[in-house]
């Protein structure tokens, strides 16, 4: 037999149950050993008595945010300690996957949000700006954080500053995909060195997003703290012969150096000097120089984020009018949708839908830019595709053109004899390993691509080509590609399910606040602002919480055992066993199925085991039986049968409830002190000392009511009860006004008892619980030998029942394995090898799954077949056929039955 064991992510066996764990852990969800009655940790212990001992992690698989994101980043983890305003491990949770946080908390295009599983209710949690506010924190709190435990390396393969390996790489470009490299070669101990042709470091990060989107100084906070981890920094300096490199000592050589070349369309006068390339424009603004624009009209060409950043660069400069013009019509502009309305508020004035015709010069200067309005479709092989519409041309005044509609990377240092092969115009050509056509060295970001893309993009290549990169250093001992748990899929029916159970707040999404316009014009102050802290706990209490466990790696850092392993996975575990008892059990009746109950929508209407988990010791109440507004309930109504003997749901009998129901009474007297009152149809009190429990139940002055509940409803302001009932005795009230009310449901199968039944080749009885061979003489036995039932998946009964059929199907089954031997069925299917065609008919017929089809001829298995007949009566052929019960056979027993007593007994009655 296989079975499936569930990882538990944590060691047993060196798991102490100390629960730190637990304390650590900033997820909460709906504590299922309480009935949602309280909250508990995602990474818990069942129960004090649990046994093992030992705690587990709950996981549902991968969150869709952290799937979406190229970096892999764990959004879920540092969401849930911001909401416990655990800031600094919030950002060390960043910054295991995430170097640059102050970056993507701004400029991100966060596929994070897109995937995000609250867009199915409303709006996406605003991950981008909690991941800022994270990161605007701890650069607050920078001359703090070396004071603290930093976990950033926790959960990861990672060291800081580890022994040296011996081995050197060299890295061409300072830019999120380099630097993400070197620093996570430099924390597996190589010997790394960056170069780059600029005087700053960060590459377009540093170059090519405006000021009034991402301040200089929180980018160079981070890569300074890269350059803290033993990264070897060399600016300034251009690198024009690659292979020269591996000669000088470098095992491995990254090319990373972006896609820094804008460019423009050959039209008429696009050389003029007025003439300017956005790139060129945006890296002059990032390194300081003031450029003086006043009074001039500036036409940035282009519908990009790199257009846009560069018209409202251009309008801070002092500009007169800036208008953008661009091919792709309105709603397809590959800019951000946002900032496309941001720039017209800031008053750019945007023209979609327009090709760029020609530059009008007059007397050596530009005045405008001659456009046409144009039906686009998009493009085809890298080309646009669009036709011109007639009579539409204009010209849009300009004294300024800025190209703005691409850019790519610079090859021209590479070698001449095309050792490293490119992909002109496109990017370099690497293998699935990101190696170039030059053994040892790598190329990732922007000039692999050869375009611009996403900062996470480059960020996410940057940790592949390091693993790369370390297996080509270190061989098998290097670093492999992590592998995915499926992705969660919350159905809308969940998502509701976590809002009852306050794991979610229904709150709308807080939106990024802004400085007033009049404050943007003249400077390049940071337009949006941080959440507050206040806005980033509302919108942190929005998450979902999708995969339960967040992987902020929280517990991983507390234990002391070294118990926690995020990595173990689901396993198949081969047993071989003699017999099987199957002890499955049963669920209760979900009585919000019951309207007129009001169960789910009126106050202080209980299930019975809400009410046993609240009158626990040990429960969310330390035994407080509490109505919601916080006082002890003065009168209890006990309804009886919920669920069961009823035609609209289960016509049988759940047995157990009459006593709990006594049982529930009874506490409710003696430990809350309230009035009880039992609505019930019969009192069905068997078994040894239970009619003494009811009449001891009446004695303490508990009333009972005949009757069938038909409506509860809410009887006054105070959240009072008016339980309704009919079939009430002669005399009797039909009515009861109480405080609460408790349900008493039945039993019924478990929901994946049909699959079970299926697996293990065992009936069922109409009523859906497992049936057994014989209700007298074979009480627990199945029609499949050496499968057994106990307890109360084979039928609603109480503990003492269930001990005791238990027991019995213990005895029964070790009496089998005793025998050494077992009595096969006598009658049993064959077949008949001229007629089987090899269908497999019998084989889908077969319940026990005893036929196999080999090279097309069905074969028995005579240990599992028990003798149903089903695979003969499926035969098309009539191959199959029963032992001791062929055609020949039945009908000689038929004429047998017929033949008459007596005198004519030599007579044959005629078929």
């Given at each position: 037999?296989?079975?499936?064991?569930?990882?538990r992510?944590?060691?047993?066996k060196?798991?102490t149950?100390?629960?730190?764990?637990?304390?650590?852990?900033?997820?909460?969800?709906?504590?299922?050993?309480?009935i949602?009655?309280?909250?508990?940790?995602?990474a818990?212990?069942h129960?004090?008595q649990a046994?093992?001992?030992?705690?587990?992690i709950?996981?549902r698989?991968?969150a869709p945010?952290r799937?979406a994101?190229?970096?892999?980043?764990?959004?879920?983890?540092?969401?849930?300690?911001?909401?416990?305003?655990?800031?600094?491990?919030?950002?060390?949770?960043i910054?295991?996957?995430?170097?640059f946080?102050?970056?993507?908390?701004r400029?991100?295009n966060?596929?994070?949000?897109d995937a995000?599983s609250?867009?199915?209710?409303?709006?996406?949690?605003?991950?981008?700006?909690?991941?800022?506010?994270?990161?605007?924190w701890?650069?607050?709190?920078?001359?703090?954080l070396?004071?603290?435990r930093?976990?950033?390396?926790?959960?990861?393969?990672?060291?800081?500053?580890?022994?040296p390996?011996?081995?050197?790489?060299?890295?061409?470009g300072a830019?999120?995909?380099?630097?993400?490299?070197a620093?996570?070669?430099?924390?597996?101990?190589?010997?790394?060195?960056?170069?780059?042709?600029?005087?700053?470091?960060?590459?377009?990060?540093?170059?090519?997003?405006?000021?009034?989107?991402?301040p200089?100084?929180?980018?160079?906070?981070?890569?300074?703290?890269i350059?803290?981890?033993?990264?070897?920094?060399?600016?300034?300096?251009?690198?024009?012969?690659?292979?020269?490199?591996?000669?000088?000592?470098?095992?491995?050589?990254?090319?990373?150096?972006?896609?820094?070349?804008?460019?423009?369309?050959?039209?008429r006068?696009?050389n003029?000097?007025d003439?300017?390339?956005?790139?060129?424009?945006?890296?002059?603004?990032?390194?300081?120089e003031r450029?003086?624009?006043?009074g001039?009209?500036?036409?940035?060409?282009?519908?990009?984020?790199?257009?846009l950043?560069?018209?409202?660069?251009?309008?801070r400069?002092?500009?007169?009018?800036?208008?953008?013009?661009c091919?792709?019509?309105r709603g397809?502009?590959?800019?951000?949708?946002?900032?496309?309305?941001?720039?017209?508020?800031?008053?750019?004035?945007?023209?979609?839908?327009?090709?760029?015709?020609?530059?009008v010069?007059?007397?050596?200067?530009?005045t405008?830019?001659?456009?046409?309005?144009?039906?686009f479709?998009?493009?085809?092989?890298?080309?646009?595709d669009?036709?011109e519409?007639?009579?539409?041309e204009?010209?849009?005044?300009?004294?300024?053109?800025?190209?703005?509609?691409?850019?790519?990377?610079?090859?021209?240092?590479?070698?001449?004899?095309?050792?490293i092969n490119t992909?002109?115009?496109?990017?370099?050509?690497?293998?699935?390993?990101?190696?170039?056509?030059?053994?040892?060295?790598?190329?990732?970001?922007?000039?692999r691509?050869?375009m611009?893309?996403?900062?996470?993009?480059?960020i996410?290549?940057?940790?592949?080509?390091?693993?790369?990169?370390?297996r080509?250093?270190?061989?098998?001992k290097?670093?492999?590609?992590p592998?995915r748990?499926?992705v969660?899929?919350?159905?809308?029916?969940?998502?509701?399910?976590?809002f009852q159970?306050s794991?979610?707040?229904?709150?709308?999404?807080?939106p990024i606040s802004?400085?007033p316009?009049e404050?943007?014009?003249?400077?390049?102050?940071?337009?949006?602002?941080?959440?507050?802290?206040?806005e980033?706990?509302e919108?942190?209490?929005?998450?979902?919480?999708c995969?339960?466990?967040?992987?902020?790696l929280?517990?991983l850092?507390?234990?002391?055992?070294?118990?926690?392993?995020?990595?173990?996975a689901?396993?198949?575990?081969?047993?071989?066993?003699?017999?099987?008892v199957?002890?499955?059990?049963?669920?209760?009746?979900?009585?919000?199925r019951?309207?007129?109950?009001?169960?789910?929508?009126?106050?202080?209407?209980?299930?019975?085991?809400?009410?046993?988990?609240?009158?626990?010791?040990?429960?969310?109440?330390?035994?407080?039986?509490?109505l919601?507004?916080g006082r002890?309930?003065q009168?209890?109504?006990?309804?009886?049968?919920?669920?069961?003997?009823?035609?609209n749901?289960h016509?049988?009998?759940?047995?157990?409830?009459c006593m709990y129901?006594?049982?529930?009474?009874?506490?409710?007297?003696?430990?809350?002190?309230?009035?009880?009152?039992?609505?019930?149809?019969?009192?069905?009190?068997f078994?040894?000392?239970?009619?003494?429990f009811?009449?001891?139940?009446?004695?303490?002055?508990?009333?009972f009511?005949?009757g069938?509940?038909?409506?509860?409803?809410?009887?006054?302001?105070?959240?009072?009860?008016?339980?309704?009932?009919?079939e009430?005795f002669?005399?009797?009230?039909?009515?009861?006004?109480?405080?609460?009310?408790?349900?008493?449901?039945?039993?019924?199968?478990?929901?994946d008892?049909?699959?079970?039944?299926?697996?293990?080749?065992?009936?069922?009885?109409?009523d859906?619980?497992?049936?057994e061979?014989?209700?007298?003489?074979?009480?627990?036995?199945?029609?499949?030998?050496?499968?057994?039932?106990?307890?109360?998946?084979?039928?609603p009964?109480?503990?003492?029942?269930t001990v005791?059929?238990?027991?019995?199907?213990?005895?029964?089954a070790l009496?089998?394995?005793?025998?050494?031997?077992?009595a096969?069925?006598?009658?049993?299917?064959e077949?008949?090898?001229?007629?089987?065609?090899?269908c497999g008919?019998c084989?889908?017929?077969?319940?026990?799954?005893?036929?196999?089809v080999?090279d097309?001829?069905?074969g028995?298995?005579?240990?599992?077949?028990k003798?149903c007949g089903?695979?003969?009566?499926?035969?098309?052929n009539?191959?199959?056929?029963?032992?001791h019960?062929?055609d020949s056979?039945i009908?000689?027993e038929?004429?047998?039955?017929?033949?008459?007593?007596?005198?004519?007994?030599?007579r044959?009655?005629?078929?």
């Open positions: 037999m296989r079975v499936r064991r569930k990882a992510y944590i060691d047993e060196n798991c149950g100390c629960g730190k764990c637990a304390e650590v852990c900033p997820i909460e969800v709906s504590n299922p050993f309480d949602g009655l309280s909250m508990r940790k995602a818990y212990r129960t004090a046994v093992p001992n030992a705690y587990t709950e996981k698989g991968v945010c799937d994101c190229p970096t892999d980043q764990r959004a879920q983890g540092y969401i849930a300690l911001v909401r416990q305003k655990r800031y600094a491990d919030a950002y060390w949770a910054r295991r996957e995430h170097p946080p102050s970056v993507c908390g400029v991100c966060h596929r994070c949000e995000c609250r867009g199915k209710v409303d709006e996406a949690v605003n991950i981008m700006g909690l991941k800022r506010f994270v990161a605007d701890a650069y607050a709190h920078r001359d703090e070396p004071d603290l930093d976990k950033s390396i926790v959960g990861t393969p990672f060291a800081h500053r580890p022994p390996t011996g081995k050197k790489v060299a890295i061409l830019g999120p995909a380099g630097l993400t490299a620093l996570d070669l430099a924390r597996l101990g190589h010997g790394v060195t960056v170069f780059d042709a600029l005087p700053v470091a960060g590459g377009m990060m540093r170059v090519g997003i405006p000021p009034h989107r991402l200089t100084e929180l980018l160079d906070w981070e890569i300074q703290q350059l803290d981890e033993g990264v070897e920094l060399r600016l300034g300096t251009r690198v024009s012969d690659v292979p020269a490199l591996l000669e000088q000592g470098y095992q491995a050589a990254l090319i990373a150096t972006g896609a820094h070349l804008a460019k423009k369309l050959p039209i006068n696009s003029h000097p003439n300017w390339l956005s790139l060129d424009v945006l890296r002059r603004v990032d390194v300081g450029i003086d624009l006043h001039r009209r500036v036409a940035v060409l282009g519908g990009g984020n790199v257009a950043d560069t018209s409202r660069a251009v309008l400069m002092g500009a007169r009018e800036v208008r953008m013009i091919l792709e019509p397809e502009m590959p800019g951000f949708a946002w900032e496309v309305g941001v720039a017209e508020q800031e008053g750019i004035q945007v023209y979609p839908g327009r090709t760029f015709k020609e530059i010069v007059r007397g050596n200067h530009i405008g830019v001659r456009c046409a309005q144009v039906n479709r998009g493009f085809k092989h890298g080309r646009p669009f036709t519409i007639p009579g539409t204009e010209l849009l005044p300009a004294e300024l053109v800025i190209w703005a509609i691409g850019q790519g990377p610079d090859f021209s240092f590479l070698p001449s004899d095309g050792s992909r002109y115009p496109v990017g370099i050509q690497t293998d699935s390993d990101m190696m170039t056509t030059m053994p040892g060295v790598f190329c990732a970001g922007d000039v691509r050869g611009t893309f996403f900062v996470v993009d480059a996410g290549e940057g940790h592949h080509v390091a693993r790369c990169i370390d080509h250093l270190r061989g098998e290097g670093l492999k590609e592998q748990s499926p969660v899929d919350l159905t809308p029916e969940e998502i509701e399910a976590k159970h794991e979610a707040s229904r709150r709308k999404r807080v802004s400085i316009l404050e943007r014009w003249g400077n390049f102050h940071e337009v949006d602002l941080a959440l507050t802290e206040e980033a706990q919108e942190a209490e929005r998450c979902l919480r995969g339960v466990c967040s992987e902020c929280e517990c850092a507390a234990c002391d055992r070294g118990a926690i392993n995020h990595e173990m689901d396993e198949a575990v081969d047993l071989t066993v003699g017999t099987i199957l002890a499955t059990g049963f669920q209760d009746f979900d009585p919000q019951v309207a007129e109950l009001g169960y789910g929508e009126l106050e202080n209407v209980l299930s019975a085991m809400e009410f046993e988990r609240l009158i626990n010791s040990s429960g969310p109440t330390s035994g407080k039986v509490l919601r507004n002890p309930p009168s209890v109504a006990v309804l009886h049968c919920v669920g069961s003997r009823d035609a749901y016509d049988y009998c759940s047995r157990a409830c129901s006594l049982k529930i009474s009874q506490l409710l007297h003696d430990y809350v002190g309230a009035e009880v009152h039992e609505i019930y149809r019969d009192m069905r009190c078994g040894k000392g239970y009619e003494e009811y009449n001891r139940t009446a004695q303490m002055g508990v009333r009511y005949h069938r509940v038909q409506k509860i409803e809410r009887a006054d302001d105070d959240g009072r009860l008016v339980v309704r009932w009919g009430s002669h005399g009797e009230p039909d009515h009861i006004v109480v405080d609460m009310v408790v349900l008493a449901t039945g039993f019924e199968p478990r929901a008892t049909g699959k079970v039944a299926a697996l293990f080749g065992v009936s069922r009885s109409r859906g619980f497992f049936l061979r014989h209700p007298k003489l074979a009480p627990v036995e199945t029609a499949s030998e050496g499968i057994y039932l106990a307890g109360t998946c084979q039928g009964k109480d503990i003492p029942d005791a059929q238990a027991g019995g199907a213990a005895a029964v009496s089998l394995i005793d025998q050494g031997t077992i096969l069925e006598p009658s049993i299917a077949v008949d090898g001229a007629r089987c065609a090899g008919q084989v889908a017929a077969c319940p026990y799954g005893a036929i196999e080999t097309r001829l069905a028995v298995n005579t240990y599992l077949c003798g089903t695979c003969a009566a499926a035969c098309p009539k191959a199959v056929t029963l032992l019960f062929d056979q009908v000689a038929m004429l047998g039955a017929l033949r008459l007593p007596g005198s004519l007994s030599q044959e009655v005629a078929p």
